[in-house]
């Protein structure tokens, strides 16, 4: 299939050609008819399978059918919620280079920057407008915003708003769009609240799949390292001295983790950069841009902070430590192996986490190869170590709970 199958109009087709896209990816090609035909749409995919593009070709074509005349001035009649700063950066990029050959506008509003030129953008007039949760909430109530033109609304990555504590900004925002609207919700796994979230405000949704097995990454090396906690940092170490070579992404489970490896690899003299929730919004896009251009060859970083990010060319993931998602696992190594490139996941298995490993396998239907021949390897009789991790792992509850009753909305990603 073609784009031009998917009766996209020509300043689309002229775009996509300049982006050097020449088929569609199946979440296009599934996508953009629905969208098209203005049905409401929930699609489960991740970041990498090109669903930007799957719901921003449909909306520039919808929208270009009937601008507003020039004096009229421009109306919001597309708005894209999305969690985090820089995926609706991502998001506004995407449109304005698919958009390019259209006189259609879009711009980007999100927190922890300065909200003047923001308005003064607004204020202008655009007809796309991309904008994380709070931000857009903030600038309704500042009446600098109206949503009542809104004819298409697109949550994306709504799982990621669920763990980021946004769905009820998310509810909000809805409510405050007309009834009359068509929905696009993108996730890339489907908890039962997101179901529960769609089945609330969409209307007869069109369901689209795209799998997220290991068929389009079939390029990448796995290979699984069992391990005590304690020597992570170690196997981590021995492995970049001796093994990993090239730009490399490492998972952490929390931010603590994350800055705590930071500082090992820094006194090891790595070259390192961190994400976390906790980063301001400049300080991020230091980090991925040293990282992207090669400045610095490590960047650590938790799922939630790098969700969505658009790194090509990575030669390897590690994951240090093992989500608890089989699906955040497929994301996360389907990071490296891109655009037909090889690349390389080292997954780090702890005693108490051996319980993931055989729920990645049952997903990913295949045996992750097991290297035992390293400096560190988890003794096969572990049970203390079990009954030592469970123990701190309760411990660890106990004091996470208190410690989130008494302060709320800290987050740990
Ligand atoms: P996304 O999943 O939207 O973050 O897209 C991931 C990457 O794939 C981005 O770098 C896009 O520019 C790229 N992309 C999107 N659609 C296509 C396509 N049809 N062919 C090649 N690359 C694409």
């Known amino acids: 299939m073609s784009f031009k199958d998917l009766q996209l109009i020509d300043p689309l087709l002229k775009?996509?050609?300049?982006?050097?896209?020449t088929?569609?990816?199946?979440?296009?090609?599934?996508?953009?008819?629905?969208?098209?035909?203005k049905k409401d749409v929930i699609t489960s995919a991740q970041t990498g399978t090109g669903k930007t593009a799957a719901f921003a070709l449909?909306?520039?074509?919808?929208l270009s059918d009937k601008q507003d005349a020039p004096k009229r001035?421009?109306?919001?009649?597309?708005?894209?919620?999305?969690?985090?700063?820089?995926?609706?950066?991502?998001?506004?990029?995407?449109?304005?280079?698919?958009?390019?050959?259209?006189?259609?506008?879009?711009?980007?509003?999100?927190?922890?920057?300065?909200?003047?030129?923001?308005?003064?953008?607004l204020t202008?007039?655009?007809?796309?407008?991309v904008a994380t949760p709070g931000r857009l909430i903030d600038l309704y109530k500042q009446e600098v915003i109206t949503l009542e033109h809104i004819e298409i609304l697109v949550l994306d990555e709504a799982d990621l708003m669920l763990d980021m504590g946004f769905i009820d900004d998310v509810k909000q925002i809805e409510s405050l769009c007309p009834k009359q609207k068509q929905i696009l919700l993108f996730s890339a796994t489907m908890p039962?609240?997101?179901?529960?979230?769609?089945?609330?405000?969409?209307?007869?949704?069109?369901?689209?799949?795209?799998?997220?097995?290991?068929?389009?990454?079939?390029?990448?090396?796995?290979?699984?390292?069992?391990?005590?906690k304690r020597n992570k940092i170690e196997l981590c170490l021995h492995l970049l001295r001796n093994e990993i070579i090239g730009s490399i992404l490492i998972f952490r489970r929390t931010k603590f983790g994350?800055?705590?490896?930071?500082?090992?690899?820094?006194?090891?003299?790595?070259?390192?950069?961190?994400?976390?929730?906790?980063?301001?919004?400049?300080?991020?896009?230091?980090a991925l841009k040293k990282f992207k251009s090669g400045q610095v060859n490590i960047l650590v970083a938790t799922d939630v902070a790098a969700r969505g990010i658009d790194i090509n060319e990575l030669d390897a993931v590690i994951n240090f430590d093992l989500p608890n998602i089989p699906e955040t696992y497929v994301h996360r190594?389907?990071?490296?192996?891109?655009?037909?490139?090889?690349?390389?996941?080292?997954?780090?298995?702890?005693?108490?986490?051996?319980?993931?490993?055989?729920?990645?396998?049952?997903?990913?239907?295949?045996?992750?190869?097991?290297?035992?021949?390293?400096?560190y390897p988890l003794d096969p009789n572990t049970k203390a170590e079990i009954h030592k991790s469970k123990q701190t792992a309760s411990k660890h509850k106990k004091g996470r709970k208190s410690a989130a009753s008494r302060k709320k909305k800290k987050r740990w990603y």
Do not use: W
């Open 15 to 21: 775009a996509i050609e300049e982006q050097g896209y």
């Open 23 to 37: 088929t569609p990816t199946q979440v296009q090609e599934k996508t953009i008819p629905l969208v098209l035909a």
């Open 58 to 62: 449909p909306i520039l074509q919808l």
């Open 73 to 121: 001035g421009k109306k919001i009649k597309a708005l894209i919620v999305s969690p985090t700063r820089e995926l609706a950066l991502q998001i506004g990029n995407n449109f304005k280079a698919y958009g390019r050959h259209t006189n259609l506008r879009t711009t980007v509003i999100f927190g922890g920057a300065s909200i003047e030129p923001q308005i003064d953008v």
């Open 124 to 129: 202008k007039g655009v007809d796309i407008l």
């Open 192 to 228: 039962f609240k997101v179901e529960q979230l769609a089945n609330t405000i969409l209307n007869n949704p069109e369901r689209i799949e795209v799998h997220t097995t290991l068929s389009s990454a079939n390029n990448i090396g796995q290979v699984l390292y069992y391990v005590p």
């Open 258 to 286: 994350v800055d705590k490896l930071e500082q090992t690899l820094i006194k090891n003299n790595y070259q390192v950069e961190t994400l976390h929730g906790d980063k301001s919004q400049t300080d991020r896009q230091t």
């Open 333 to 375: 190594i389907g990071r490296t192996g891109r655009a037909g490139n090889s690349g390389m996941s080292y997954s780090f298995c702890g005693a108490d986490e051996k319980a993931y490993v055989q729920t990645i396998q049952q997903l990913l239907q295949i045996q992750i190869p097991v290297e035992e021949l390293h400096p």
